[in-house]
Nanobody
Protein backbone atom coordinates (compact mmCIF):
# COMPACT_ATOMS: atom_id res chain seq x y z
CA UNK A 1 0.00 0.00 0.00
CA UNK A 2 1.28 3.40 -0.91
CA UNK A 3 -0.21 6.82 -0.32
CA UNK A 4 1.21 9.83 -2.08
CA UNK A 5 0.17 13.36 -1.18
CA UNK A 6 0.54 16.35 -3.47
CA UNK A 7 -0.60 19.91 -3.78
CA UNK A 8 1.37 21.53 -1.00
CA UNK A 9 3.69 24.50 -1.33
CA UNK A 10 3.92 28.16 -0.48
CA UNK A 11 0.55 29.89 -0.55
CA UNK A 12 -0.76 33.26 0.50
CA UNK A 13 -3.03 33.75 3.41
CA UNK A 14 -6.67 34.04 2.53
CA UNK A 15 -6.48 31.78 -0.45
CA UNK A 16 -7.73 28.24 -1.05
CA UNK A 17 -5.73 25.09 -1.49
CA UNK A 18 -6.58 21.58 -2.57
CA UNK A 19 -4.43 18.70 -1.51
CA UNK A 20 -4.57 15.30 -3.19
CA UNK A 21 -3.72 11.83 -2.02
CA UNK A 22 -3.45 9.04 -4.51
CA UNK A 23 -3.52 5.49 -3.27
CA UNK A 24 -2.16 2.27 -4.66
CA UNK A 25 -2.68 -1.17 -3.20
CA UNK A 26 -5.84 -0.04 -1.44
CA UNK A 27 -9.19 1.09 -2.73
CA UNK A 28 -10.14 4.26 -0.89
CA UNK A 29 -13.81 3.84 -1.54
CA UNK A 30 -13.89 0.57 0.39
CA UNK A 31 -11.78 1.61 3.34
CA UNK A 32 -11.34 4.33 5.94
CA UNK A 33 -9.37 7.40 4.95
CA UNK A 34 -8.33 10.61 6.60
CA UNK A 35 -6.25 13.76 6.60
CA UNK A 36 -4.00 14.86 9.45
CA UNK A 37 -1.45 17.59 9.88
CA UNK A 38 1.49 18.44 12.05
CA UNK A 39 2.64 21.99 12.50
CA UNK A 40 6.21 22.83 13.53
CA UNK A 41 6.70 22.08 17.20
CA UNK A 42 3.17 20.78 17.64
CA UNK A 43 1.50 17.44 17.90
CA UNK A 44 -0.19 15.82 14.97
CA UNK A 45 -3.87 16.66 14.75
CA UNK A 46 -6.76 15.18 12.86
CA UNK A 47 -8.43 17.25 10.18
CA UNK A 48 -11.04 14.94 8.74
CA UNK A 49 -11.80 11.26 8.33
CA UNK A 50 -14.20 9.26 6.21
CA UNK A 51 -15.59 5.95 7.35
CA UNK A 52 -15.35 2.77 5.34
CA UNK A 53 -18.98 1.83 5.77
CA UNK A 54 -21.31 4.66 4.80
CA UNK A 55 -18.63 7.21 3.80
CA UNK A 56 -19.77 9.52 6.56
CA UNK A 57 -17.28 12.19 7.49
CA UNK A 58 -15.94 13.61 10.71
CA UNK A 59 -14.06 16.83 11.20
CA UNK A 60 -11.65 17.43 14.01
CA UNK A 61 -12.04 20.12 16.60
CA UNK A 62 -11.72 23.58 15.03
CA UNK A 63 -11.68 22.02 11.54
CA UNK A 64 -15.29 22.46 10.58
CA UNK A 65 -16.11 25.10 8.05
CA UNK A 66 -12.82 25.61 6.22
CA UNK A 67 -11.89 22.02 5.44
CA UNK A 68 -13.67 19.58 3.16
CA UNK A 69 -12.71 15.98 2.53
CA UNK A 70 -13.82 14.27 -0.65
CA UNK A 71 -12.87 11.35 -2.82
CA UNK A 72 -12.89 10.39 -6.47
CA UNK A 73 -13.52 6.71 -6.88
CA UNK A 74 -12.46 6.65 -10.52
CA UNK A 75 -9.05 8.07 -9.64
CA UNK A 76 -8.72 6.38 -6.25
CA UNK A 77 -7.81 9.78 -4.91
CA UNK A 78 -8.77 11.63 -1.77
CA UNK A 79 -8.84 15.41 -1.62
CA UNK A 80 -8.68 17.99 1.10
CA UNK A 81 -10.01 21.42 0.23
CA UNK A 82 -8.84 24.16 2.54
CA UNK A 83 -10.29 27.66 2.31
CA UNK A 84 -9.31 30.96 3.87
CA UNK A 85 -5.82 29.83 4.71
CA UNK A 86 -4.01 31.46 7.62
CA UNK A 87 -0.36 31.21 8.69
CA UNK A 88 -1.57 28.87 11.44
CA UNK A 89 -2.36 26.34 8.73
CA UNK A 90 1.35 25.98 8.00
CA UNK A 91 2.09 22.30 8.54
CA UNK A 92 2.89 19.01 6.91
CA UNK A 93 -0.33 17.42 5.79
CA UNK A 94 -0.66 13.66 5.81
CA UNK A 95 -3.07 11.29 4.18
CA UNK A 96 -3.85 8.05 5.99
CA UNK A 97 -5.91 4.92 5.42
CA UNK A 98 -7.02 1.77 7.14
CA UNK A 99 -8.57 -1.45 5.97
CA UNK A 100 -12.27 -1.71 6.51
CA UNK A 101 -12.99 -3.37 9.82
CA UNK A 102 -15.69 -5.92 10.63
CA UNK A 103 -16.93 -3.52 13.29
CA UNK A 104 -17.35 -0.68 10.76
CA UNK A 105 -16.00 1.96 13.08
CA UNK A 106 -17.32 5.49 12.61
CA UNK A 107 -15.19 8.16 11.01
CA UNK A 108 -14.73 9.88 14.34
CA UNK A 109 -12.88 6.89 15.74
CA UNK A 110 -10.24 7.05 13.03
CA UNK A 111 -9.69 10.74 13.62
CA UNK A 112 -9.64 10.57 17.41
CA UNK A 113 -7.52 7.42 17.48
CA UNK A 114 -5.01 7.97 14.72
CA UNK A 115 -3.24 4.74 15.63
CA UNK A 116 -6.15 2.99 13.90
CA UNK A 117 -4.79 4.28 10.60
CA UNK A 118 -2.58 1.57 9.17
CA UNK A 119 -1.03 3.39 6.25
CA UNK A 120 0.43 6.88 6.01
CA UNK A 121 1.81 8.98 3.22
CA UNK A 122 5.03 10.93 3.57
CA UNK A 123 3.17 14.19 3.72
CA UNK A 124 3.06 17.37 1.73
CA UNK A 125 4.28 20.61 3.25
CA UNK A 126 2.07 23.66 3.22
CA UNK A 127 3.49 27.05 4.11
CA UNK A 128 1.11 29.96 4.37
CA UNK A 129 2.59 33.42 4.11
CA UNK A 130 0.88 36.43 5.62
Amino acid sequence: VQLVESGGGLVQAGGPLRLSCQGSGIIFDDNAIGWFRQAPGKRREAISCMSSSDRSTYYGEFMKGRFTISSDKSKNTVYLQVNSLTPEDTAVYYCAAAWRSVEDYPASDYCKKSYMMEFWGRGTRVTVSS
